[in-house]
Nanobody, 124 residues
Framework: QLQLVESGGGLVQPGGSLRLSCAAS????????IAWFRQAPGKEREGVSC????????TYVDSVKGRFTSSRDNAKNTVYLQMNSLKPEDTAVYYC?????????????????WGQGTQVTVSS
């Protein structure tokens, strides 16, 4: 059974950093694209980043470019989202999602399976 489990969220001050992890099991992880989405209260879910199956290609939403970095370790079946220079507007529940296509984008319709999410709160 395909499973995605996020971890690493928490409360951080503006300007701080967090690293989210998405641990995968139950499928051929190395052939799937993985994306990070976020959803803030009262807002639509937003695609933050995606990484292709090999890890050689990543894309980001404009609001996080230069601050967030997605990477993956296929040997550990894990994808990471390093978040630096965090801002209050980054506050949201962050989800990872898996697509059978190895080169999916940041549209939620492209993803087959989702984790339960981890809360990130940026506040002083």
């Amino acid at each position: 059974q395909l499973q995605l489990v996020e971890s690493g969220g928490g409360l951080v001050q503006p300007g701080g950093s967090l690293r989210l992890s998405c641990a995968a099991s139950g499928f051929t992880f190395h052939s799937y694209a993985i994306a990070w989405f976020r959803q803030a209260p009262g807002k639509e879910r937003e695609g933050v980043s995606c990484i292709n199956s090999s890890g050689g290609s990543t894309t980001y939403v404009d609001s996080v470019k230069g601050r967030f970095t997605s990477s993956r370790d296929n040997a550990k079946n894990t994808v990471y989202l390093q978040m630096n220079s965090l801002k209050p507007e980054d506050t949201a529940v962050y989800y990872c999602a898996a697509s059978r296509s190895g080169t999916a984008g940041r549209g939620s319709w492209e993803y087959d399976s989702w984790g339960q999410g981890t809360q990130v709160t940026v506040s002083s």
